[in-house]
């Protein structure tokens, strides 16, 4: 009995720990994937902050993630990250100038944080056509890819 009663408790404490994680995408080998990063966030405007300051804690350790320490001697995207709108069926993610070493690496690179944060938008806005970039408040594209 006391080890039913125990065996009952782990699965409810990991249910509980299952209903508290939110579903991202990130990637693997260059390829979008889907993992989740532990907190309950529901909306477009919680989960993108959730992910630039979540993501190496992501269920799937091999994801992989640049928004943490993703560039060197630079802070994590986090605090450059101004905040998310969505005009008709573009959701547009804004940040400061500061940011640019995220979105003008190799084309690899952009790609990484692009289908991230795309694939996680499509998560929570699924109505969405088109993830933007507004980088010191011009619309950001990579040429170099």
Do not use: C
């Not at 799937?60 to 560039?71: K, L, T, W």
């Not at 806005?125 to 040429?143: C, H, M, R, Y």
Request: neutral net charge; aromatic residues 12%.
């Amino acid at each position: 009995m006391k080890t039913l009663i125990t065996l009952f408790s782990i699965t409810w404490f990991l249910g509980l720990q299952a209903k508290g994680d939110s579903r991202v995408i990130l990637t693997r080998a260059g390829a979008p994937i889907e993992t989740t990063i532990p907190g309950n966030f529901s909306s477009l405007e919680a989960i993108l902050p959730a992910l630039f300051t979540l993501a190496d804690q992501a269920a799937d350790r091999s994801a992989e993630q640049v928004f943490v320490g993703g560039r060197k001697d630079h802070k994590d995207l986090i605090y450059y990250y101004r905040g998310v709108r969505v005009e008709g069926e573009v959701v547009i993610i804004s940040f400061s100038k500061e940011a640019m070493p995220y979105f003008s690496g190799s084309a690899s690179y952009d790609a990484t944080v692009m289908k991230a944060l795309s694939g996680t938008v499509m998560l929570y806005q699924p109505n969405a056509k088109k993830v933007q970039l507004e980088v010191d408040g011009k619309f950001w594209e990579n040429t170099d890819a």
